[in-house]
């Protein structure tokens, strides 16, 4: 019964691999995101996705694609992974008003080698 | 750009003391969140702050957010070892409906220590 759920939790790799996330919300919400968590625990927007249309794409590198089947599904997928992809990817969710808090999966802590 | 700075980024808290958080931030905003995140574990949202003068408590926490000032504050009240965690401001600018777009303070890590 969780309301954000990723998968994989871990997520370990080479440089030069390509690799996917997915994130799934069953709370209803019409708004997901993809947030990243550096190892000092700043944590900054990727994207977001109304409705399966993008709506927030901030200056991430073009090796980053996000996709929505649908609005209860928002993946990300990375190409030719670079040392510096390290982090932990949340994946959140929320209605799309100005006052609805996020809620956030549990993340994937994604290390490249 | 905006920028949200939190301050102080480590706090060592003694069980029954009171201690503040403070959120400060660049940019006209009324809305404001506070989450907390327990080491390797998911953000969990504790306050909405969608006013000048907002108050917020649940338990032993407090949130309250002064617009003009552009400052949040976060109490803790008579700390107890359960409120170890990270707590993060967020401050939120969009305008358009869809899209919340959060800009994280770096974080203070709590530790109460008996």
């Given at each position: ?18 690799k996917s996330?997915?994130c ?38 073009n ?8 609005k ?5 997928h ?10 932990v ?8 008003q ?8 549990n ?7 | 750009?905006l ?25 006209t ?5 506070w ?6 574990k998911?953000?969990?949202s504790l ?14 926490l ?8 552009r400052?949040?504050t976060?109490?803790?009240?008579a700390?107890?070892h359960d409120?170890?965690?990270?707590y ?5 600018v ?5 899209g919340?777009?959060l ?12």
């Amino acid at each position: 019964d969780t309301a954000v759920s990723q998968t994989p939790k871990y997520l370990v790799t080479q440089m030069g691999n390509d690799k996917s996330i997915k994130c799934e919300q069953n709370l209803g919400h019409d708004t997901m995101y993809w947030y990243k968590q550096d190892s000092k625990k700043f944590l900054k927007i990727m994207f977001s996705y109304n409705n399966k249309e993008l709506i927030i794409n901030e200056t991430v590198p073009n090796r980053f694609s996000p996709k929505s089947p649908d609005k209860a599904h928002l993946n990300l997928h990375i190409n030719s992974l670079e040392l510096g992809d390290s982090a932990v990817y949340f994946c959140a969710s929320s209605y799309g008003q100005l006052n609805s808090p996020l809620h956030f999966g549990n993340g994937t802590r994604l290390t490249v080698t | 750009e905006l920028k949200v700075e939190q301050n102080p980024l480590f706090l060592s808290m003694q069980e029954g003391k009171n201690y503040t958080i403070y959120c400060n931030y660049s940019t006209t905003s009324d809305r404001l969140y506070w989450y907390r995140q327990d080491p390797g574990k998911s953000l969990e949202s504790l306050f909405v702050l969608l006013s000048n003068g907002a108050v917020k408590q649940e338990g032993r926490l407090m949130a309250s957010l002064d617009t003009k000032a552009r400052l949040s504050t976060l109490h803790i009240t008579a700390a107890v070892h359960d409120l170890s965690a990270t707590y993060f401001c967020a401050v939120d600018v969009s305008i358009k409906a869809a899209g919340n777009k959060l800009t994280f303070g770096g974080g203070t890590r709590v530790l109460v220590k008996p």
